[in-house]
Structure formats: C-alpha cells, structure tokens
T-cell receptor, first 114, second 114 residues
Framework: GNSVTQMEGPVTLSEEAFLTINCTYT??????LFWYVQYPGEGLQLLLK?????DKGSNKGFEATYRKETTSFHLEKGSVQVSDSAVYFC?????????????FGAGTRLAVHP | NAGVTQTPKFRVLKTGQSMTLLCAQD?????MYWYRQDPGMGLRLIHY???????AKGEVPDGYNVSRLKKQNFLLGLESAAPSQTSVYFC?????????????FGPGTRLTVT
C-alpha cells in the first residue's frame, strides 16, 4: 500500500552544518511529493513540493529532488540555522475512491545548536 | 488573518466521557480535515469535508463523528472517549481542486484519556 518512510530522529546539528533528511515512498505511479515543517507549538506548514520526476522543490534554502528511480525525496539544506529546529514531514499524494489525500511519514525532529 | 484555530489546546478526559473539538478557518477554504498524530506515526486522516454540509470518512474514523454546519467551522466529536484516543489532533483546511495539498494546519489539541 501507499506509505512514506523517513529517517528516525532526532537529528542534531551545529549551526551552519549540512542537513540531509532521507525520505522514501511507496505508491502507485508517480505521485506529487511534499515536505511539511512543524515549528514548536505550531501546526504543519507546506515547505516545498515536486509534482513530477526530476523536479526540484525549493524554499527557504531547503531543496528536495524527486528521484523516481529510487522513489526518494530527500530534504537538504547547505547551512542550517537554529531557527530551522522543527519536525519535518515527508508526504505524498495517494488514496482511492476518487479522493486524493496526503500520506505522511512519521516525521523527523531536527535540533540545531549554536 | 488568524488562519486555522483550534479549541481547546489541551484536554484531559476520563474513559467514557464525551467532548467536541472545534476548528475554525478564516481563509474561505472549501476543504477541511481532522488528523491525529501519534508518536512514531505520521498524521492519519480521521474525517474530512469537501464543503459545507458534507463529511466523509478518512483512514481512522471509528470512535469519532464530525459536522460541518458552517463553511468556516469543522467539529470533531468523541462520544465515548477511550485511552486509545489519547493523541494530538490537528485540523487543517485547503483550497479545493488541484491545490488541495496546500493544507493549512491549526496548532493542535493535545488530548489525554485516562
């Protein structure tokens, strides 16, 4: 069935370090892919998206490339800041019965220290 | 704009008690959703609505009921709470059609059932 697998956290980094959060998915066909971010005490926000293979989504210095060969959508950032500390969720569109829905991974917590 | 708001933020219930969670959005979105978030799991869709007066079941609807009497409000009810319903509940809203994945989330309600 449809699913999303993310690397387990927490991921702890020093400021200005390089970030990678792995995400792989299982789905029928090539669904649109998303990264959402949840800052402490807040709801999730859409961070970036990619709608077809080889697309690169980017926002706020974060990037992710849709790799259909490896069914992956890894999140990267070249230099993290303390303000990037949050929980990151990978998701894809899935569903049956005429309704598309978002299928989320379990989330990866990122903690960035000065 | 307030975006998506949820009431209450925290609640403790005893087994068998009932309660209603209120979600309100001021973005004139057609679609609204209720999710639950449990440790080690992604967000799971409980119920959703594609317009005023409509509701539909998501992945984990058992033990919950919903109502969408007004476009801006989406209520989630627990008729007889069980410890398995201890979770963080998120409401979200989105535009209809092709941009439904641009979901805007509320800050969540942390519910504990003892």
């Amino acid at each position: 069935g449809n699913s999303v697998t993310q690397m387990e956290g927490p991921v702890t980094l020093s400021e200005e370090a390089f970030l990678t959060i792995n995400c792989t998915y299982t789905a029928t066909g090539y669904p649109s892919l998303f990264w959402y971010v949840q800052y402490p005490g807040e709801g999730l926000q859409l961070l970036l998206k990619a709608t077809k293979a080889d697309d690169k989504g980017s926002n706020k210095g974060f990037e992710a490339t849709y790799r259909k060969e490896t069914t992956s959508f890894h999140l990267e950032k070249g230099s993290v800041q303390v303000s990037d500390s949050a929980v990151y969720f990978c998701a894809h569109l899935g569903g049956t019965g005429g309704y598309n829905k978002l299928i989320f991974g379990a989330g990866t917590r990122l903690a960035v220290h000065p | 704009n307030a975006g998506v708001t949820q009431t209450p933020k925290f609640r403790v219930l005893k087994t068998g008690q009932s309660m209603t969670l209120l979600c309100a959005q001021d973005m004139n979105h057609e679609y609204m959703y209720w999710y639950r978030q449990d440790p080690g799991m992604g967000l799971r869709l409980i119920h959703y609505s594609v317009g005023e007066g409509t509701t539909a079941k998501g992945e984990v609807p058992d033990g919950y009921n919903v109502s969408r009497l007004k476009k801006q409000n989406f209520l989630l009810g627990l008729e007889s709470a069980a410890p398995s319903q201890t979770s963080v509940y998120f409401c979200a809203s989105s535009p209809s059609g092709g941009r439904f994945y641009e979901q805007y989330f509320g800050p969540g309600t942390r519910l504990t059932v003892t």
